[in-house]
């Protein structure tokens, strides 16, 4: 191997709905940014799914974690909303790894087909999973905002950042809820 192999970047992209962020997100762009000399996280905007914040309030959620995460100083992430194929995105970026985090079996069959499909699309682009550290892996966006909606206590699964942000559009949600249809 050259020394001009050696020195290429290695960048990855860490994609997701991140519908918000959790702690389970934050430790994964952590472990990621250790790996990686680039760490990209990609925020899909994906109508679709009904996000219950615009991808830019979701951006806007990742750079607050991202700011106060204790990365090495060498390590980069970067923080972009993609409305694309997602591998149309890696390719844009110039990455060469998808990252995603593992979290149980449940999580593995849809993982399994997407990292099989994409590898069919560009097999020069590696799909690579990391598990959470046990205490967050069970945490998940959707349970977060099931939680936060019944006024439940979601500071074990959020940071106080977002934790006050789901709160104020869980309160804007039952307010909407009991104003009757016309
Ligand atoms: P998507 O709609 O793409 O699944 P998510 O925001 O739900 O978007 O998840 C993005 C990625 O983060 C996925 O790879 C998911 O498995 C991973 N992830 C989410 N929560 C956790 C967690 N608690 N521990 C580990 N990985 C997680």
Redesign the pocket.
């Known amino acids: 191997m050259t020394i001009g192999h050696k020195a290429q970047k290695r960048i990855a992209i860490y994609?997701?709905?991140?519908?918000p962020i959790?702690l389970?997100?934050v430790?994964?762009i952590r472990r990621g940014a250790r790996i990686f000399d680039h760490l990209i996280v990609a925020i899909?905007d994906n109508p679709g799914?009904s996000p219950l914040f615009s991808s830019d309030e979701r951006a806007a959620m990742v750079r607050h974690e991202i700011e106060i995460l204790e990365t090495s100083p060498d390590s980069q992430i970067e923080v972009i909303t993609y409305d694309s194929l997602l591998m149309h995105c890696v390719q844009a970026q110039g990455a060469s790894v998808i990252l995603?985090?593992?979290?149980a079996v449940a999580?593995f069959e849809y993982?399994y087909q997407m990292a099989g499909m994409n590898q069919q699309i560009d097999n020069t682009i590696e799909t690579m999973f990391l598990?959470?550290d046990c205490v967050?892996?069970?945490?998940?966006?959707r349970l977060v905002k099931e939680v936060a909606f019944y006024e439940g206590n979601i500071t074990p699964f959020v940071s106080p950042h977002v934790a006050q942000k789901l709160q104020q559009r869980m309160r804007e949600k039952r307010r909407e809820a009991m104003i009757p249809s016309s």
């Open positions: 994609p997701g709905t991140f519908d959790t389970g997100h430790d994964i899909a799914k995603r985090g593992l979290r999580d993982e598990m959470a967050l892996q069970p945490i998940a966006s």
